[in-house]
Structure formats: C-alpha cells, structure tokens
C-alpha cells in the first residue's frame, strides 16, 4: 500500500476544517483533499450565530434524524446531549490555529483542495470559499444550486460527480 498522499481525503463542516488543518500541518498525509461546507477561519456573523446554539436550540431544530437527541443518545453508552451540544458551541467559536481553524496556516497547503458548499450555505461562506481558492493554486471551489449547509446529504449525486470528476 501506498502513503497516506496517495489517497484523497474528505470532510464535511467541521470534518472540512480538521482536513484543512491537517493538510497545512502534515502534507505528506494528504493527497487530495475534498472539503465540502468548510470555512478556514471563523467570521464574526458565524461566531454570532454559532453562540447562541444552546441544547434546546438543538433540540428544537432537529427532532427527528441523524442530528436529533434521540440519535445521539442511542449511539452513546453514556450519552449527555447537554455536553455534547456546550463542547461543540466551544470548538465551532475556537478561533485559535493551534486547536481550531486553520487560518493563515493554510498558505501552507501543497495538495489540491476541492472545495464544495451550497450556494445557499450560511455557515460556510462564499467569500471565505473563493479567498481560499485564490491562495491555493490548483484549488477548485465548486457551488451546487439550491443547496445548503448540508449539501452532501441533500445533493449526493451533484457531490459524487464532483468527487470523482477530481479522483
């Protein structure tokens, strides 16, 4: 088998940020790397609405489904949804390079970068997408109509077919 550079990496939201990060720290385990609904900094409107999410504000957006409570604790031994929901609200508003995104790092990254949002995704901006292209030469950003935040779930094959167009 191969490195881990042979093989391409992909990550969604916050699976999107910890594969920029990796591929600004540890290039040589990345080859191509898919980040689909990714920021690589974090803006004060998405600071703003990523801090008033609270476990009731959760639980009231998704009842039902793979984000809902009742998802969560049947997956979990030993679930606490209200800890769940207070440690992700502290990673997402982390705006530190060293543990959340990777900001500036990111001119460190050598591999190409296919970035993939939804045209109507309000958590992974537009103007964040195409800064990131302009610094990574190579890069792609593409946008899905009528998509959203999570464009992977709600436009699979539009994402398939950007996926194995790069591959």
């Known amino acids: 088998m191969g490195s881990t550079a042979d093989f391409a990496e992909l990550g969604f ?3 999107g940020i910890a594969g920029l990060r990796l591929a600004a720290h540890h290039p040589e385990r990345v080859g191509t790397l898919f980040a689909i609904g990714a920021d690589w900094t974090l803006t004060e409107a998405s600071r703003a609405f990523l801090s008033q999410v609270t476990p ?3 639980r009231d957006r998704h ?3 793979p984000y809902s409570e009742a998802a969560y604790t049947a997956r979990n031994p030993e679930p606490d949804f209200d800890r769940l929901v207070r440690e992700n609200v502290t990673m997402w508003i982390d705006d530190t390079t ?3 995104y990777p900001g500036e790092d990111i001119r460190k990254i050598s591999a190409p970068v296919v970035m993939i949002r939804g045209a109507d995704d309000r958590l992974a901006g537009q103007d964040l997408a195409e800064a990131l292209r302009q610094m990574l030469p190579g890069s792609a ?3 899905i ?8 779930a709600g436009r ?3 994402v398939a077919e950007i996926v194995r167009a790069a591959g």
Request: no cysteine; net charge negative; proline share 8%.
């Open 13 to 15: 939201s916050d699976g």
């Open 56 to 58: 009731q504000w959760w």
């Open 63 to 65: 009842q039902h489904g």
């Open 98 to 100: 060293a543990t959340g």
């Open 141 to 143: 950003l593409h946008e």
């Open 145 to 152: 109509p009528d998509a959203g935040h999570e464009v992977a």
């Open 156 to 158: 699979p094959a539009a």
